[in-house]
Antibody
Framework: QITLKESGPTLVKPTQTLTLTCTFSGFSLSTSGVGVDWIRQPPGKALEWLALIYWDDDKRYSPSLKSRLTISKDTSKNQVVLTMTNMDPVDTATYFC????????????WGQGILVTVSS | DIQVTQSPSSLSASVGDRVTITCRASQSISNYLNWYQQKLGKAPKLLIYTASSLQSGVPSRFSGSGSGTDFTLTISSLQPEDFASYYCQQSYGTPRTFGQGTKLEIK
Protein backbone atom coordinates (compact mmCIF):
# COMPACT_ATOMS: atom_id res chain seq x y z
CA GLN A 1 0.00 0.00 0.00
CA ILE A 2 1.39 3.37 -1.07
CA THR A 3 0.90 6.35 1.22
CA LEU A 4 2.32 9.85 1.43
CA LYS A 5 1.85 12.38 4.22
CA GLU A 6 2.89 16.01 4.48
CA SER A 7 4.09 17.53 7.73
CA GLY A 8 5.34 20.90 8.86
CA PRO A 9 4.12 24.16 10.33
CA THR A 10 0.59 25.28 9.62
CA LEU A 11 1.30 28.92 10.41
CA VAL A 12 4.33 30.92 9.32
CA LYS A 13 5.10 34.62 9.45
CA PRO A 14 5.87 36.74 6.39
CA THR A 15 9.57 36.60 5.37
CA GLN A 16 10.09 33.30 7.21
CA THR A 17 11.27 30.09 5.55
CA LEU A 18 8.81 27.21 5.24
CA THR A 19 10.08 23.65 5.56
CA LEU A 20 7.72 20.83 4.63
CA THR A 21 8.40 17.11 4.81
CA CYS A 22 6.73 14.41 2.75
CA THR A 23 7.02 11.01 4.41
CA PHE A 24 6.05 8.10 2.23
CA SER A 25 5.74 4.32 2.33
CA GLY A 26 5.08 1.54 -0.13
CA PHE A 27 7.74 2.60 -2.64
CA SER A 28 11.38 3.63 -2.67
CA LEU A 29 12.91 6.80 -4.03
CA SER A 30 15.97 4.77 -4.96
CA THR A 31 13.99 2.82 -7.56
CA SER A 32 14.61 3.83 -11.16
CA GLY A 33 11.87 6.07 -12.57
CA VAL A 34 10.37 7.19 -9.28
CA GLY A 35 9.79 10.86 -8.53
CA VAL A 36 8.11 12.89 -5.80
CA ASP A 37 6.52 16.22 -6.62
CA TRP A 38 5.17 19.11 -4.60
CA ILE A 39 1.98 20.85 -5.67
CA ARG A 40 0.04 23.59 -3.92
CA GLN A 41 -3.48 24.99 -4.04
CA PRO A 42 -4.49 28.38 -2.62
CA PRO A 43 -7.96 28.37 -1.07
CA GLY A 44 -10.60 28.22 -3.80
CA LYS A 45 -8.00 28.28 -6.57
CA ALA A 46 -6.34 25.91 -9.01
CA LEU A 47 -3.47 23.51 -8.49
CA GLU A 48 0.08 24.79 -9.02
CA TRP A 49 3.09 22.55 -9.51
CA LEU A 50 6.16 23.54 -7.50
CA ALA A 51 9.00 21.06 -7.73
CA LEU A 52 10.08 17.49 -8.49
CA ILE A 53 12.90 15.25 -7.36
CA TYR A 54 13.76 12.03 -9.16
CA TRP A 55 15.29 8.83 -7.84
CA ASP A 56 18.66 9.85 -9.35
CA ASP A 57 18.55 13.22 -7.51
CA ASP A 58 17.65 15.16 -10.65
CA LYS A 59 15.62 18.17 -9.53
CA ARG A 60 13.17 20.44 -11.37
CA TYR A 61 11.50 23.63 -10.21
CA SER A 62 8.71 25.97 -11.20
CA PRO A 63 10.49 28.81 -13.04
CA SER A 64 8.41 31.45 -11.26
CA LEU A 65 9.43 30.15 -7.81
CA LYS A 66 12.82 28.62 -8.54
CA SER A 67 14.79 31.23 -6.60
CA ARG A 68 12.81 30.46 -3.44
CA LEU A 69 12.55 26.66 -3.56
CA THR A 70 14.85 23.81 -2.61
CA ILE A 71 13.86 20.17 -2.81
CA SER A 72 15.89 17.32 -1.31
CA LYS A 73 15.47 13.68 -0.36
CA ASP A 74 16.52 11.31 2.37
CA THR A 75 16.15 7.89 0.82
CA SER A 76 16.92 6.05 4.05
CA LYS A 77 14.07 7.82 5.83
CA ASN A 78 11.66 7.73 2.85
CA GLN A 79 11.32 11.49 3.00
CA VAL A 80 11.34 14.44 0.62
CA VAL A 81 11.81 17.95 2.00
CA LEU A 82 10.72 21.19 0.36
CA THR A 83 11.91 24.55 1.60
CA MET A 84 10.43 27.84 0.45
CA THR A 85 12.07 31.06 1.51
CA ASN A 86 10.67 34.53 2.06
CA MET A 87 7.08 33.45 2.63
CA ASP A 88 4.30 35.90 1.81
CA PRO A 89 0.54 35.85 2.49
CA VAL A 90 -0.04 34.94 -1.18
CA ASP A 91 1.75 31.65 -0.43
CA THR A 92 -1.13 30.62 1.83
CA ALA A 93 -2.23 27.31 0.36
CA THR A 94 -2.68 23.61 0.87
CA TYR A 95 0.59 21.92 -0.03
CA PHE A 96 0.50 18.39 -1.42
CA CYS A 97 3.20 15.88 -2.22
CA UNK A 98 2.57 13.25 -4.86
CA UNK A 99 4.35 10.34 -6.48
CA UNK A 100 5.17 10.12 -10.15
CA UNK A 101 6.61 7.12 -11.98
CA UNK A 102 8.62 7.61 -15.14
CA UNK A 103 9.63 10.75 -17.02
CA UNK A 104 6.24 11.85 -18.30
CA UNK A 105 3.92 10.34 -15.74
CA UNK A 106 0.77 11.38 -13.94
CA UNK A 107 0.61 11.87 -10.19
CA UNK A 108 -0.81 8.54 -9.19
CA UNK A 109 -0.67 8.82 -5.40
CA TRP A 110 -1.15 11.96 -3.33
CA GLY A 111 -0.77 12.95 0.28
CA GLN A 112 -3.73 14.42 2.13
CA GLY A 113 -2.23 17.90 2.01
CA ILE A 114 -1.29 20.41 4.67
CA LEU A 115 -2.79 23.89 4.89
CA VAL A 116 -0.11 26.49 5.46
CA THR A 117 -1.23 29.99 6.41
CA VAL A 118 1.14 32.93 6.10
CA SER A 119 0.20 35.67 8.52
CA SER A 120 1.80 37.93 11.06
CA ASP B 1 6.27 26.76 -20.35
CA ILE B 2 3.38 24.74 -21.75
CA GLN B 3 0.08 26.45 -20.97
CA VAL B 4 -3.04 24.36 -20.48
CA THR B 5 -6.42 25.98 -20.98
CA GLN B 6 -9.42 24.17 -19.58
CA SER B 7 -13.08 24.88 -20.28
CA PRO B 8 -15.66 25.47 -19.06
CA SER B 9 -14.71 26.81 -15.65
CA SER B 10 -18.06 25.70 -14.27
CA LEU B 11 -20.83 23.46 -15.44
CA SER B 12 -24.31 22.68 -14.14
CA ALA B 13 -25.75 19.28 -15.00
CA SER B 14 -28.21 16.69 -13.78
CA VAL B 15 -27.80 13.09 -12.71
CA GLY B 16 -27.76 10.95 -15.83
CA ASP B 17 -26.43 13.70 -18.11
CA ARG B 18 -23.46 13.25 -20.40
CA VAL B 19 -20.85 15.95 -19.87
CA THR B 20 -17.65 16.90 -21.61
CA ILE B 21 -14.75 19.00 -20.37
CA THR B 22 -12.03 20.17 -22.72
CA CYS B 23 -8.39 21.01 -22.33
CA ARG B 24 -6.11 22.67 -24.87
CA ALA B 25 -2.33 22.79 -24.65
CA SER B 26 -0.27 25.66 -26.02
CA GLN B 27 1.90 23.21 -27.98
CA SER B 28 1.74 19.58 -28.90
CA ILE B 29 2.11 17.33 -25.87
CA SER B 30 1.53 14.02 -27.69
CA ASN B 31 -0.78 12.12 -25.32
CA TYR B 32 0.81 13.27 -22.05
CA LEU B 33 -2.39 14.66 -20.61
CA ASN B 34 -3.95 13.51 -17.33
CA TRP B 35 -7.28 14.17 -15.63
CA TYR B 36 -8.00 14.43 -11.91
CA GLN B 37 -11.13 14.68 -9.80
CA GLN B 38 -11.04 16.69 -6.59
CA LYS B 39 -13.71 16.77 -3.93
CA LEU B 40 -13.89 19.55 -1.37
CA GLY B 41 -11.14 19.34 1.21
CA LYS B 42 -9.54 16.29 -0.39
CA ALA B 43 -6.49 15.57 -2.51
CA PRO B 44 -6.98 15.18 -6.26
CA LYS B 45 -7.61 11.67 -7.51
CA LEU B 46 -6.20 10.41 -10.81
CA LEU B 47 -8.94 9.42 -13.26
CA ILE B 48 -7.34 9.24 -16.70
CA TYR B 49 -3.66 9.17 -17.71
CA THR B 50 -1.96 9.53 -21.08
CA ALA B 51 -5.15 11.02 -22.47
CA SER B 52 -7.29 7.90 -22.57
CA SER B 53 -6.10 5.27 -20.09
CA LEU B 54 -8.48 4.65 -17.21
CA GLN B 55 -6.80 4.50 -13.82
CA SER B 56 -7.46 1.28 -11.93
CA GLY B 57 -10.66 1.42 -9.90
CA VAL B 58 -12.18 4.36 -11.80
CA PRO B 59 -15.68 3.70 -13.17
CA SER B 60 -15.96 3.13 -16.89
CA ARG B 61 -18.39 6.06 -17.30
CA PHE B 62 -15.23 8.22 -17.30
CA SER B 63 -13.34 8.37 -20.57
CA GLY B 64 -10.71 10.55 -22.16
CA SER B 65 -9.63 11.27 -25.69
CA GLY B 66 -7.37 13.48 -27.73
CA SER B 67 -3.77 13.94 -28.73
CA GLY B 68 -1.49 16.76 -29.74
CA THR B 69 -3.12 19.89 -28.31
CA ASP B 70 -6.81 19.08 -27.84
CA PHE B 71 -8.23 16.74 -25.22
CA THR B 72 -11.58 15.88 -23.68
CA LEU B 73 -12.86 14.22 -20.55
CA THR B 74 -16.33 12.71 -20.85
CA ILE B 75 -18.60 11.41 -18.15
CA SER B 76 -21.21 9.30 -19.91
CA SER B 77 -23.92 9.32 -17.24
CA LEU B 78 -23.43 11.57 -14.23
CA GLN B 79 -23.79 10.01 -10.82
CA PRO B 80 -24.32 11.95 -7.59
CA GLU B 81 -20.75 11.25 -6.47
CA ASP B 82 -19.34 12.85 -9.65
CA PHE B 83 -20.18 16.39 -8.61
CA ALA B 84 -16.71 17.74 -7.90
CA SER B 85 -13.94 19.75 -9.52
CA TYR B 86 -11.91 18.38 -12.40
CA TYR B 87 -8.40 19.32 -13.52
CA CYS B 88 -6.32 18.45 -16.53
CA GLN B 89 -2.51 18.37 -16.29
CA GLN B 90 0.23 17.98 -18.84
CA SER B 91 3.19 15.74 -18.06
CA TYR B 92 5.01 16.22 -21.37
CA GLY B 93 7.62 18.44 -19.76
CA THR B 94 8.54 20.50 -16.77
CA PRO B 95 7.22 22.67 -15.36
CA ARG B 96 4.18 20.44 -15.05
CA THR B 97 1.10 22.57 -15.58
CA PHE B 98 -2.55 22.24 -14.67
CA GLY B 99 -5.69 23.61 -16.20
CA GLN B 100 -7.70 26.13 -14.20
CA GLY B 101 -10.27 23.54 -13.24
CA THR B 102 -13.93 22.84 -13.93
CA LYS B 103 -16.44 22.87 -11.10
CA LEU B 104 -19.25 20.46 -11.87
CA GLU B 105 -22.42 21.37 -9.97
CA ILE B 106 -25.86 19.88 -9.66
CA LYS B 107 -28.53 21.60 -11.75
Amino acid sequence: QITLKESGPTLVKPTQTLTLTCTFSGFSLSTSGVGVDWIRQPPGKALEWLALIYWDDDKRYSPSLKSRLTISKDTSKNQVVLTMTNMDPVDTATYFCARSLGYSPPFDYWGQGILVTVSS
Amino acid sequence: DIQVTQSPSSLSASVGDRVTITCRASQSISNYLNWYQQKLGKAPKLLIYTASSLQSGVPSRFSGSGSGTDFTLTISSLQPEDFASYYCQQSYGTPRTFGQGTKLEIK
